[in-house]
């Protein structure tokens, strides 16, 4: 047991460590690729370090010096119906934590307007976070540890990842989401679409600028604020408390076809 929780540790330290060298690499290309433009930098920087972080993980585990599993790939990824009700539960769930914000530091990134931003910001940051987290870190857990555990660690680490004390909580929660649509469709592409459907969503709030004015003043009324809040936060504790459920239940699939399989090969 204690060897197993000395893997997994590592495993998550060996990610960690190098998540934040790609960020010291992605900020140190950033002039380099800037060519005038600070935004296209950004984005050219970024996807670089992270098509990076990707290689080297799938060399590790093609080189044996890291087992993982393989990135789900399924066109039931592309359920509207899944997609619809994640929609819904992350507005519901930044409706609730909402209130929060003003207990943290402000988030202290900053994000032009630019089409460069809006295609980062997006479209690349979901596909190469969601196929890093919910695939390969994902998939490094989950040859040392159960998918509960797999998912709940990866989804800590995805909130943390974020560096931010304001995103921090609501990078967790979220990243429970997109785990579960992984798990439930099989597929990364649900997460994918999910991740994009929410950076669009807070993008458009902040050009809009939605993002910092309070639900109560937009609905200019207290009794629809509570009704909403309420509304709000009854489904997404309903929501998590399902998706946990199904996680569980997914966890003792999976183990049963495992000591079956075990069985059978004895």
């Known amino acids: 047991m204690m060897k197993v929780v000395v893997d997994i540790v590592a495993r998550l330290g060996l990610f960690a460590i190098l998540f934040l ?13 800037s060519f005038g433009d600070a935004d296209l930098g950004r984005i050219l920087a970024y996807t670089l370090s992270m098509l990076l972080m990707i290689v080297i993980l799938r060399l590790c585990n093609r080189e044996s010096l890291l087992s993982a599993e393989p990135i789900m790939q399924s066109r039931r ?16 769930l930044s409706i609730v934590l909402a209130p929060l914000g003003s207990y943290l530091p402000e988030d202290s990134r900053a994000f032009s307007d630019s089409l460069w931003t809006l295609v980062l910001v ?16 994902y998939g490094l857990l989950k040859t040392k540890a159960s998918p509960l555990v797999s998912v709940l660690l990866s989804s800590l680490m995805f909130g943390l990842m974020h560096l931010q004390p304001a995103v921090m909580f609501e990078g967790l929660l979220m990243g429970l989401l997109f785990s579960y649509a992984y798990l439930r469709s099989r597929s990364i592409f649900a997460p994918i679409m999910l991740h994009m459907c929410n950076n669009a969503l807070a993008y458009a709030l902040k050009v809009l600028s939605y993002g910092e004015r309070p639900l109560l003043e937009l609905v200019d009324s207290r009794q629809y604020y509570l009704a909403i809040y309420i509304a709000s936060a009854s489904l997404v504790v309903i929501s998590f408390a399902l998706m946990i459920r199904f996680i569980v239940r997914y966890n003792r699939r999976g183990a049963r076809a495992a000591k079956n399989e075990t069985t059978a090969q004895s």
């Open 21 to 33: 060298l790609m960020q010291v690499i992605a900020a140190w290309l950033m002039p380099l690729l």
């Open 77 to 92: 990824g592309f359920n509207p119906l899944l997609i619809l009700y994640g929609v819904v539960v992350m507005i519901a």
């Open 122 to 137: 997006v479209i690349v940051a979901p596909i190469l976070e969601e196929i890093l987290f919910r695939g390969r870190l």
